[in-house]
């Protein structure tokens, strides 16, 4: 099992930056699929943007140009640099493994609003 805690959340207004952190508790050895999920309240949790360890990335349609992932091997972290941000992207963000069911970190809570 591999753990996973998320940071950087925060308050912002529309149209500003957050980056988030996703660090994991060990290297994973192999081909990985780590994928960046979001849960609003009242709504179920949603695939947003997701990345191998070959370095393919791929996004939800209603974050493409604006969200971009990346990884940096050495400090075993992934990230999500989240740009234009809009009102609708609020919502608690959460990383893990695509086949892991364990893991969870407590999320970091984004907030977008005027």
């Known amino acids: 099992q591999v753990q996973f805690v998320e940071s950087g959340g925060g308050s912002v207004q529309p149209g500003g930056s957050l980056r988030l952190s996703c660090a994991a508790s060990?290297?994973?050895?192999?081909?990985?699929?780590m994928v960046w999920y979001r849960q609003a309240p009242g709504n179920e949790r949603e695939w947003v943007a997701s990345?191998?360890?070959?370095?393919?990335?791929k996004y939800v349609d209603s974050v493409k140009g604006r969200f971009t992932i990346s990884r940096d091997n050495a400090k075993n972290t992934m990230y999500l640099q989240m740009n234009s941000l809009k009102p609708d992207d609020t919502a608690v963000y959460y990383c893990?493994?695509?086949?892991?069911?364990?893991?969870w970190g407590q999320g970091t809570q984004v907030t977008v609003s005027s």
């Open positions: 893990n493994l695509a086949s892991q069911r364990t893991g």
């Open positions: 990345l191998t360890s070959s370095g393919t990335t």
């Open positions: 060990r290297t994973i050895s192999g081909f990985w699929l």
